[in-house]
Nanobody, 118 residues
Framework: QVQLVESGGGLVQAGGSLRLSCSASGRYFSSWTMGWFRQAPGKEREFVAR????????YYTGSVKGRFTISRDNAKKEVYLQMNSLKPEDTAVYYC???????????WGQGTQVTVSS
């Protein structure tokens, strides 16, 4: 069983920065694609970014490209989301997720709240 625990959320003013962290359990962390998703109030959960197991491939949704950076430290079994130039529309609960193969994500964290004030 894999467990994911997010941290680093909080309240920040527009234009500010936050760094989210996700700590994972499990032996084969470096084999798994990791992703960040978010869900704003009244909206469906949306994909934000993903990173390959080795860390050499990343992908972002268009609205965060150039502002957010996903990275990972396989030795620590952690994945990060550096969020810069935050906007009020980035306000959401952010979830870390793990994908064992291809397609859907198999494990999810409990989420961490990010609130960006204008």
């Amino acid at each position: 069983q894999v467990q994911l625990v997010e941290s680093g959320g909080g309240l920040v003013q527009a234009g500010g920065s936050l760094r989210l962290s996700c700590s994972a359990s499990g032996r084969y962390f470096s084999s798994w694609t990791m992703g960040w998703f978010r869900q704003a109030p009244g909206k469906e959960r949306e994909f934000v970014a993903r990173i390959s197991g080795s860390g050499d491939s990343t992908y972002y949704t268009g609205s965060v490209k150039g502002r957010f950076t996903i990275s990972r430290d396989n030795a620590k079994k952690e994945v990060y989301l550096q969020m810069n130039s935050l906007k009020p529309e980035d306000t959401a609960v952010y979830y870390c997720a793990l994908r064992l193969g291809t397609g859907t994500y198999d494990y999810w964290g409990q989420g961490t709240q990010v609130t960006v004030s204008s």
